[in-house]
């Protein structure tokens, strides 16, 4: 059953990785808003009308595009509809819709708010806060007060509806799967609704009420934010922290707030979205990190495809080998997947300032628009880097190793070896390498000079192997296969980086292994 699932998910993520971040999550609140708008438009959603659904969407997204639009032409950044609409989409469903003016007015003070915050709440070019989050928290929290009592709109997440259960769930795993975030957001999830459920129980109890399990369970996963929340607003990548333990803390934090709001000074709780605030504060607290700048020295041709790019880093970076960057490459006419792409880092901290990331030239005739912008880059060009993450990392202790690359996924493995040999550790490993014929072995020479075991799979054979290495004889690479050429496998932590129907694919004798730890990529 395991298997099962880790071969669907691959699966899934090989389809979902042919759309921008930003698309998927446009198409997934905007089909939510449809659904929302259907419900509405046949009375069985009571509140909001259709009326203001629709009155509230157009205020929100002519403010908030307008406003990035300006703010992006004076800083002369690249212009992101999309990224707009998500933030106009989110506070759509967080805020209470209306169509009277001081509702409208609301509404638009909350879009601008949001948008502003992405520029001036920001450290090196990053957003500290999600932008929504902060807009619908400013409003709400001067609502409060009698000079701007006009303000016809709060916090008041209809989304939470058993209504929507359904459609938030599926199209939330949707973005879940594309970035990865089910087991954190599942983490947030439990911790929300079962702080939900204990908060309930207290409260029966001061006030003498009957009190029951499964109808404080119903209120909490049917009829409260938490699913939306997590799903379109804590996985926000720009604004968790890089690696896994930290985001599942974050995680918690949000949960326990969301699910028992703390009230401050009786005026506000830090419930909700202002339960995310504090998260992105802890986030930003936890790395300190922003975008800087790479400037290109060289490129260079590896193998027949593969293109390696050597930048020197400009600001203080910080990585741990097997983490990949997101480098943006700014272009006009961007395809479905936008302008910014998750590169491994090839090279070892041991390297920098030098930063080296690679990748596979496309077939003439079919280049996404990033790869023809990529290309189009020459040295001394300056391209713009938004953070590091990952957990693709080796292990503290010395449990023996399995490394599975295909093709241009070894990327991460050539940083780990390096980085092991600057620093004259030694470790139990081997290397399965996986190419669609000899000459696309990247990364060979210094591979081969780090002395790790390898075993190649290539349909013809290489020449001149080292000692060290093996051809496995034009075998086809499948579980049976890695089981027979890796005989350990079941005392060594495997790693594997490539394509998810290879990942599928080797899956039921990668489950064998003592640990896993999966690295899918779908192209650029």
Known sequence: MTTFFTAA?????????????????????????????????????????????????FVLAVVVVGVDAAAQRILRLPLRVESSLVTALILLFVLRPGIEFGALAGLALAGALASVSKYLIAWRGRHIFNPAAFGAAVVSILGAFGAFAWLGTSSSWWVGTPLLTIPVVLLGLAVLWRTEKVQVVSAFFLVAVGTSVVRQAVQATQFGIGFDVATALQFAVLQSPFLFLGAFMLSEPLTLPPRRRQQFAVAVVVGLLAGWPISVAGLFTLGQERALLVGNLLAFAFALRGSLSLVLQRR??????????????????????????????????????????????????????????????????????YKRALAAAQPGARLAVTGTWGDFVLPNNDQPVLMVAAGIGVTPFVSQLRQLQATAQHRDIVLVYVASEANELAFREEIASTGVTAIVFTPDEPTDLPAHWTWAQGARV???????????????????????????????????????????????
Request: net charge positive; proline share 8%; aromatic share 8%.
């Open 9 to 57: 998910r691959q699966r899934v993520l090989a389809v979902l990785g042919g759309v921008s971040m930003y698309r998927l999550v446009v198409c997934a609140l905007g089909g939510l808003a449809v659904v929302a708008l259907i419900l509405s438009l046949f009375g069985v959603l009571v509140s909001p009308t259709p009326a203001e659904l629709l009155a509230s969407f």
């Open 300 to 369: 260079s041709f590896i193998t027949p495809r593969v293109q390696e790019l050597t930048f020197d880093a400009r600001g203080k970076i910080r990585f741990l080998p097997g983490q990949y960057l997101e480098l943006d490459v700014p272009h006009s006419r961007p395809d479905a997947r936008g302008t910014r792409r998750e590169f491994s880092i090839v090279s070892a901290p041991a390297d920098l300032p030098t930063l080296r990331v690679a990748y596979t030239s496309s077939a003439p005739t079919h280049p996404s628009s």
């Open 478 to 524: 499948d579980a049976a296969t890695l089981q027979r050429t890796v005989p350990d496998l079941s005392i060594r932590h495997a790693f594997i980086s490539g394509p998810p129907r290879l990942i599928a694919a080797l899956a039921p004798a990668l489950q064998k292994a003592r640990s896993l730890t999966t690295d899918a990529f779908a192209g650029y």
